[in-house]
């Protein structure tokens, strides 16, 4: 069975191929990463559900050329699948299938993090729902892009807009720590808009983390924190540091740092792990 329709002058025909008879290696192709192909060809990580049909050209040797997925069609291969579906662009000179190549990438919209929470917590997923319900212990809100599931305004004092970094967090560090993370956060900023920002976060967690052997106590971190705006502490740390350490978080963390150890007896003062 396959489906054609004419564009212009060209011809677009779907239907199954054979895996061994596309060939790849096109100059303007995607480089193609082993370990991501080897990653995705578990049985475990495999889903035919998320197999897009894979651009070919028909070029007039009567050969099938990869214009796009030969990741895909690795990972294919490593599985031992004998066809798949492809979409067959057939009249295409070379510098066509080059700029339908750059098409397709362009017309790929990324979806965004908030977007995709709002997918998980359709789902139901587990993970999703368990940060949710974290960060809505503290009366902070997910920004979720239409925020379909909340049936009230949200307002920009208690709005997270770094889903995605929130999310890498509770994945690498676990319940506990995120939970602390706006623990400390809340009670030390209330809210505040700035302390919801991805650099507040990932520094407060950087910090958790980094002095989580040491004993500090949560009431005294808050208890220097909370003299010091999240704004201020963010300019600081920047006015403070290089301008190439600014893509990590370590400059943000110092300045947590050194407001907590201000006005301590040197015996009691956190070592600089930053």
């Given at each position: 069975m396959s489906l054609a329709l004419a564009v212009m002058e060209t011809m677009i025909e779907c239907r199954e191929l054979d895996v061994a008879d596309l060939l790849m290696g096109q100059k303007y192709n995607r480089i193609i990463k082993?370990?991501?192909?080897?990653?995705?060809?578990?049985?475990?990580?495999?889903?035919?559900?998320?197999?897009?049909?894979?651009?070919?050209?028909?070029?007039?040797?009567?050969?099938?050329?990869?214009?796009?997925?030969?990741?895909?069609?690795?990972?294919l291969q490593l599985r031992g699948i004998k066809k798949v579906w492809c979409r067959i662009h057939i009249g295409l000179t070379?510098?066509?299938?080059?700029?339908?190549?750059?098409r397709l990438d362009e017309s790929t919209r990324k979806i965004q993090a908030g977007q995709v929470c709002q997918a998980l917590i359709e789902a139901r997923d587990p993970e999703v729902l368990d940060i949710q319900s974290i960060v809505e212990n503290y009366g902070f809100y997910l920004n979720l892009g239409n925020n379909k599931n909340y049936n009230f305004q949200i307002t920009s004092d208690n709005q997270i807009r770094c889903v995605g970094g929130v999310r890498k967090l509770y994945k690498k560090n676990g319940r506990e720590l995120l939970d602390k993370c706006f623990n400390l956060i809340k009670l030390s900023w209330d809210g505040e808009p700035d302390s919801l920002r991805k650099t507040i976060i990932e520094s407060?967690?950087?910090?958790?983390?980094?002095?989580?052997?040491?004993?500090?106590?949560?009431?005294d971190l808050v208890k220097k924190w909370k003299d010091h705006s999240a704004c201020s502490i963010i300019l600081d740390a920047n006015s403070n540091c290089k301008v190439k350490e600014r893509s990590?978080?370590?400059?943000?963390?110092k300045e947590l740092l050194r407001i907590y150890n201000s006005g301590r007896r040197e015996a009691d003062r956190l070592p600089d792990r930053f």
């Open positions: 082993p370990d991501w192909c080897k990653f995705n060809a578990k049985d475990e990580e495999f889903d035919p559900h998320l197999m897009r049909p894979i651009e070919v050209s028909l070029r007039n040797d009567g050969k099938y050329y990869v214009v796009d997925g030969q990741n895909r069609v690795t990972m070379y510098s066509k299938e080059s700029k339908l190549f750059v407060v967690m950087l910090f958790i983390k980094t002095y989580k052997e040491y004993g500090v106590k949560d009431s990590s978080f370590k400059p943000y963390g």
